[in-house]
Nanobody
Framework: QVQLVESGGGLVQPGGSLRLSCAAS????????MGWYRQAPGKQRELVAAITSDGNTNYADSVKGRFTISRDNPKNTVYLQMNNLKPEDTAVYYC?????????WGQGTQVTVSS
């Protein structure tokens, strides 16, 4: 059974930083393409950042230069380092794993950016 467990969300002031983690189990993590998505109230879920099994990355324009996605295959974990956070980054952040044409999602972690 595939499980993705996100952690690291919370309340942070504008300009602050957070690091999200997503721990995977029940899947060959090193062969997965991984992604972080977010969904704000009343909005569609959107891609924030992705990293392939080969380590190639891509980012939404709105987070380029502020967020960094990385992975640690021995730990079966993908990270999202978020710097210079803005109120518009407030959302539930979800981790997604793609393997063999199947998508698996975590339960999400809330990130709130507010003074």
């Amino acid at each position: 059974q595939v499980q993705l467990v996100e952690s690291g969300g919370g309340l942070v002031q504008p300009g602050g930083s957070l690091r999200l983690s997503c721990a995977a189990s029940g899947i060959i993590f090193s062969r997965c393409n991984m992604g972080w998505y977010r969904q704000a109230p009343g909005k569609q879920r959107e891609l924030v950042a992705a990293i392939t099994s080969d380590g190639n990355t891509n980012y939404a324009d709105s987070v380029k230069g502020r967020f960094t996605i990385s992975r640690d295959n021995p730990k079966n974990t993908v990270y999202l380092q978020m710097n210079n956070l803005k109120p518009e980054d407030t959302a539930v952040y979800y981790c997604k794993a793609t393997f063999s044409f199947n998508n698996y999602w975590g339960q999400g972690t809330q990130v709130t950016v507010s003074s």
